[in-house]
Nanobody, 115 residues
C-alpha cells in the first residue's frame, strides 16, 4: 500500500515562505516521479511541479523562480519550498505519485496566505 503524508502547511503573510514535506512509503521511491498539486477553494486540482527519478523538474509557469521541488531518496521524501507566496495560492497542497498502474494521493496540507 502506497502512503503519502504531507506536512508543513500553515498560515503565512503575502510574500512569505513555507516548506512542505511529503513522506512516502510503499513505493519504489528511487524510480518514482513525485509531484505536488494544489487545489484552491472551488477550483480544480492543478499541478504545481513534479520531479522525476533523475531529478528533472517541471513547473507551472506561475511558480517558476519562486517554488523549488526537491527529493531525498534516502529518506523517501519530497519537498516543496515556496517563496513569495500570494493570496491566490491559498489552497490545499497534495503530494502525488504513480505506482503499480495507479495514481496515489496524500490527504493534503492546508496553506493559507492572508493579507
Amino acid at each position: 500500500q502506497v502512503r503519502l503524508v504531507e506536512s508543513g502547511g500553515g498560515l503565512v503573510q503575502p510574500g512569505g515562505s513555507l516548506r512542505l514535506s511529503c513522506a512516502a512509503s510503499g513505493v519504489n521511491f528511487k524510480i518514482a516521479t513525485m509531484a505536488w498539486y494544489y487545489q484552491a477553494p472551488g477550483k480544480q486540482r492543478e499541478l504545481v511541479e513534479k520531479i522525476s527519478s533523475d531529478g528533472t523538474t517541471d513547473y507551472a509557469d506561475s511558480v517558476k523562480g519562486r517554488f523549488t521541488i526537491s527529493r531525498d531518496n534516502a529518506w523517501t521524501r519530497v519537498y516543496l519550498r515556496m517563496n513569495s507566496l500570494n493570496v491566490e495560492e491559498t489552497a490545499v497542497y497534495f503530494c502525488k505519485t504513480r505506482s503499480r498502474g495507479s495514481d496515489w494521493w496524500g490527504r493534503g496540507t492546508q496553506v493559507t496566505v492572508y493579507g
